[in-house]
């Protein structure tokens, strides 16, 4: 699907990829940025279909672009934004409508991120260093938006949390704005100073910016936790409107990001778990893809297969549903419903994460390969082939009893990687002439 619908010198692939049968389709075929075009690419790198992602890259050079005049104009910004939703014309201003859909000025934050995951996972310099500026002005326009609170954390206000809503305590009615600097919002901003710091490096640049941003990383506010144990969405436990809503916002820092892993903030991984939990595991197609994506990264295989089960269940395409009953239509194609791809596209990559992840490091730096860290309890048996980790590599795995038996590696260029998996771990040097580890028999 993702072959068919972008390939280089295409435009990305929208909504609804390439099948759409409507003159006025839903959502006008556009790109939604706040979760679903970035999920129609989360599959191209580890399914090694990087290619695949180069109008995505075409794209976001032309809507930074544009978004200069949205964040002169706007914001009295430097750098470039980009909102809720964009289209053929990379129309960067804000949607119409509630501002819980229209108003959302760091979706090129989001975006920037597919440059430094490209880079990691094919360590090609030469796309760093073309794709820097957008990095860049991503993080200009994020320092000036940063405003003080009485404290002297930074943050941002008025801030949404893409399409979630809160219950106003004195009118009872969902609110559309709640206070400051919703965890997206601060997740995004840390992420886009981690990663311009990641790449001036990367690139062996002086980067004057990052005077700015470092002091700006030091005060930026942490999420906070709720009296359940919970993930706050907002500066504030505000009552939620929907429970079960379909977005994952505030749980970006686990996935798609690795702001909070177990070795890295594992109190808000554990609070981030804990909100997950609280959401539930039946929602749209797309909302369930990404639920998979996170229980695995909680490493919990139980509780992906049953999302992965609830995901396969067929929808009648003459039924009226609502946007909480997603699944697949008769022939695979995942319904919101109605019909969009994200979740075809994105279920790859969640798949991908339950039997290989490539994003923790160790103490001295080396890439951490975990294998078959959260294995869904009925796949005691199986193989992957040609899945991309970061740093170059590429891998085969196969299993038996739910333990690694076999694994074939090698690497664009030498790296140092550490195998980690359930009674199995080994230090290699990867490199383009494949090896062939056997672990178990």
């Known amino acids: 699907l993702l072959l068919a619908s972008s390939r280089p010198g295409t435009e990305p692939a929208n909504l609804q990829g390439i099948w759409n049968r409507h003159t006025l389709p839903p959502w ?22 990087a290619e695949c992602a180069e109008p995505l890259f075409r794209f976001l050079r032309e809507a930074a672009e544009a978004g200069k005049e949205t964040a002169e104009r706007l914001y009295h910004a430097r750098g470039w934004c980009l909102h809720h939703n964009s289209d053929l014309w990379r129309f960067t201003y804000p949607a119409t409508g509630q501002a819980r859909w229209a108003y959302w000025p760091v979706a090129g934050l989001w975006l920037c991120r597919h440059i430094c995951e490209y880079y990691r996972f094919t360590g090609n310099l030469e796309f760093l260093r073309e794709a820097y500026p957008l990095l860049r002005g991503s993080a200009a326009f ?28 004195e009118s009872g009615r969902t609110a559309t704005v709640c206070a400051r600097g919703s965890s997206m919002d601060l997740e995004l901003i840390r992420e886009c100073f981690l990663n311009l710091a ?65 070795d890295c903030d594992p109190e808000r991984y554990e609070a981030a778990r804990i909100s997950l939990i609280r959401r539930g595991d039946r929602s749209t197609g797309w909302a369930m893809c990404w639920r998979l994506a996170l229980w695995a990264r909680f490493r919990d295989g139980g509780r992906a297969e049953a999302v992965l089960k609830e995901f396969l269940t067929p929808v009648d395409p003459a039924a009226e549903t609502s946007y909480q009953s997603g699944g697949i239509y008769p022939n695979l194609l995942s319904a919101h419903p ?34 078959l860290p959260a294995l869904p309890p009925g796949w005691e048996e199986g193989k992957l082939t040609g899945v ?35 009674r199995f771990t080994r230090r290699v040097e990867a490199g383009p002439e494949a090896q062939f580890l056997t672990a178990y028999q």
């Open 28 to 49: 006008g075929s556009n790109y939604t940025t706040n979760i679903n075009l970035e999920m129609n690419y989360w599959s191209a790198l580890p399914a090694n279909l």
């Open 142 to 169: 994020a320092l000036d938006l940063l405003t003080g609170d009485e404290s002297g954390a930074l943050g941002t206000s008025p801030s949404t949390s893409p399409e979630n809503g809160f219950l106003d305590p």
């Open 198 to 262: 990641e790449a001036a490096a990367e690139l062996g640049l002086d980067e004057p910016l990052l005077a700015e941003s470092e002091p700006a990383l030091a005060r930026l506010r942490r999420p906070g936790i709720g009296e359940a144990g919970q993930l706050l969405e907002y500066d504030e436990a505000y009552e939620e409107a929907e429970p079960h809503h379909r977005h994952l916002s505030h749980l970006y820092g686990v996935y798609p990001g690795e702001l909070f892993t177990p």
């Open 338 to 371: 109605p019909f969009q791809i994200d979740a075809n596209l994105g279920i790859p990559a969640a798949i991908a994460e339950l039997l290989v992840q490539s994003h923790r490091r160790s103490a001295d730096g080396t890439m951490i390969l975990d294998l």
């Open 388 to 422: 991309r980790a970061r740093n170059g590599v590429t891998l085969d795995l196969a299993w038996k009893n739910s333990r690694v038996a076999a694994v074939r590696i090698r690497a664009a260029k030498p790296v140092k990687v550490e195998l980690n998996a359930p």
